[in-house]
């Protein structure tokens, strides 16, 4: 049915991205990374890079495509069929280009996010902290003005791409003043790898494994002042616009790994045999994959929906609403149609005969990383209260209709 809504542009993407995925990718690079004797796949980037698929919406003068969200979160979808690890890397430069592109100095763009879409340049987006990662305003990193520099002090964890990157995107205190207000104290700093900067790589993973995903230490790194992302203390106001990015890059990429799961399981429950019949004449197993072709669509729906509304100019608040619900629901969806795929195959779903145990293991990332499902229920239902008490009630007056309304002496409220 999407192919019937989605734009020629999106239509044309769709098509390039899946050759791509098809044609480029050595099977032999998933199994690699999976068994970690890959730690950072730069070929894949530079691959991406020189078929100038890497951050599809920034500008072309940038290395972009002057995309839209709609043609990004479409092409997404079919880079997610290859698992995690390297939908994350697709991601990073579309998370850390929307920083530079809609905040940053000419000369940002040109020295960090031009080299980046070739594929020239690699980066990496370093929020968390062995302290938490929820609590995103509770940074502790610091950076502390001296002359044309900062000098940056702290660590970061879970930083996938940290083993490759050139650069890192950091936010860290600028305001150590405990009295000031979070939302302002913190900044955005363009972190070459540099003196200063270590990554270590500390303990192994579920899933998304090769993707270079380690701990950043840095310790008196000087960062040039003309690396500051829109200037001291915006660290906050960036924060909040990267939510977009870094959910809905999460939301899409899901999809793609659940699509190749349902896939893989729908056709081997037409050959598979027992009690004498093929396994998909069992109601419990046709229901099944209905239930996971509607999950699926439904995931699929809301995803796409959120790019579109947001390409057609939704104010920021609703926009933080939208990607949050697009990537709880998404990623719990996929989880569900993943689950299913392994029930469908049996015991051999279960064994790396078959690549729905390694894609079920990196899926389940998607419920942690870019901010937890409970940090999304905690954005919607914040922004979705702050939409209704801010309206006017446009709509009929429903409580009238009740036979007892004018008991206003019955409405108590505490
Ligand atoms: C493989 C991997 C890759 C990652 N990549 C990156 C990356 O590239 N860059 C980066 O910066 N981070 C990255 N992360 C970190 C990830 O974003 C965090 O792990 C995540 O945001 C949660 O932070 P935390 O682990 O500190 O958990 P905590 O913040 O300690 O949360 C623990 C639990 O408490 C819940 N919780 C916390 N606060 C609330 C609240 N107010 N209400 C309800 N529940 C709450 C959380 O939902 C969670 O269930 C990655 C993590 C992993 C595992």
Redesign the pocket.
């Known amino acids: 049915m999407f192919d019937y809504l989605i734009s020629e542009d999106a239509k044309k993407i769709k098509k390039e991205v899946r050759a791509f995925v098809r044609d480029e990718i050595p099977h032999s690079l998933i199994k690699k990374m999976d068994k970690e004797e890959i730690n950072y796949p730069t070929e894949f980037l530079q691959s991406l890079g020189k078929e100038n698929l890497i951050g599809l919406r920034f500008p072309k003068e940038f290395g972009g495509r002057g995309l839209n969200w709609e043609c990004e979160v479409v092409a997404l979808e079919e880079i997610g069929v290859l698992g995690s690890s390297l939908p994350?890397l697709y991601s990073l430069p579309i998370i850390t280009g929307e920083a530079m592109n809609l905040f940053g100095s000419e000369d940002q763009k040109l020295k960090y996010l031009k080299p980046m879409c070739e594929g020239k340049k690699y980066t990496?987006?370093?929020?968390?902290e062995p302290r938490?990662?929820?609590?995103f305003f509770g940074a502790t990193c610091t950076a502390v003005k001296d002359g044309d520099y900062y000098i940056l002090n702290g660590e970061?964890r879970?930083?996938?791409?940290a083993e490759g990157a050139d650069f890192f995107l950091v936010y860290a205190k600028t305001n150590q003043d405990p009295k000031s207000d979070p939302r302002s104290s913190l900044s955005l700093f363009i972190v070459d790898r540099s003196k200063g900067v270590e990554t270590e790589y500390l303990y192994g993973?579920l899933g998304?494994r090769g993707g270079g995903?380690g701990r950043l230490k840095f310790e008196d790194v000087q960062i040039p002042q003309e690396n500051v992302i829109m200037g001291e203390g915006k660290g906050g106001v960036i924060f909040y616009q990267m939510m977009v990015p870094e959910r809905l890059t999460t939301a899409s990429g899901s999809l793609g790994s659940a699509r190749t799961c349902l896939h893989i399981a729908t056709k081997y429950s037409t050959k598979r045999k027992a009690f004498g019949q093929t396994i998909k004449n069992f109601q419990a197993i046709n229901f099944r994959i209905a239930d996971s072709i509607t999950l699926l669509d439904a995931a699929r729906s809301i995803v796409l929906n959120t790019a579109r509304t947001i390409d057609a100019g939704a104010p920021a608040a609703l926009q933080r609403r939208l990607v949050s619900e697009s990537k709880k629901f998404s990623t719990k969806a996929c989880w569900k149609v993943i689950n299913n795929a392994m029930q469908v195959m049996g015991g051999i779903g279960y064994t790396t005969v078959y690549p729905i145990e390694r894609i079920l293991r990196d899926s389940r990332?998607g419920e942690?990383?870019?901010?937890?499902?409970?940090?999304m229920s905690?954005i919607i239902q914040h922004e979705y209260y702050k939409e209704i008490l801010s309206e006017k009630w446009l709509d009929r007056d429903v409580e009238k209709d009740a036979i007892d309304a004018d008991h206003e002496e019955e409405k108590h409220y505490g």
């Not at 942690?368 to 940090?375: H, K, N, Q």
């Open positions: 994350c990496a987006e370093a929020l968390t938490g990662g929820s609590d970061k879970f930083v996938v791409g993973l998304t995903a990332l942690i990383w870019t901010g937890t499902s409970e940090i905690l």
